[in-house]
């Protein structure tokens, strides 16, 4: 079975950083594009970055760009967020995500992605 599962979050102060992990299993991803995404209470499910399965290219949401890091590492099958100068905005459930198929159109859109992890949970106090 497939099962993506997502680590690293927690209590953080704002200014402060946090790495989550995305630890895949039940198939190798390392020719997918994969994908985090996290939601807020009360909001719907907002992209936060993709990277692509050579790793080359990396795309990120505007209110992230600069402080967030998205990385792979194609041996372990893991996939990783670096997440610097937190803010109380970035409180939300983050959610590891991969697709189904090798090639996706729109790396940022959420329909694109077939699995996704249970999500961690990052709070950031002010």
């Known amino acids: 079975q497939v099962q993506l599962v997502e680590s690293g979050g927690g209590l953080v102060q704002a200014g402060g950083s946090l790495r989550l992990s995305c630890a895949a299993s039940?198939?190798?991803?390392?020719?997918?594009?994969m994908g985090w995404f996290r939601q807020a209470p009360g909001k719907e499910r907002e992209f936060v970055a993709a990277i692509v399965r050579s790793g080359i290219s990396t795309y990120y949401a505007d209110s992230v760009k600069g402080r967030f890091t998205i990385s792979r590492d194609s041996g372990k099958n893991t996939v990783y967020l670096q997440m610097n100068r937190l803010t109380p905005e970035d409180t939300a459930i983050y959610y590891c995500?991969?697709?189904?198929?090798?090639?996706?159109?729109?790396?940022?859109?959420?329909?694109?992605?077939?699995?996704w992890g249970q999500g961690t949970q990052v709070t950031v106090s002010s």
């Open positions: 995500a991969a697709p189904g198929s090798l090639n996706i159109a729109q790396k940022k859109r959420a329909s694109e992605y077939a699995y």
């Open positions: 039940g198939r190798t991803f390392s020719s997918y594009t």
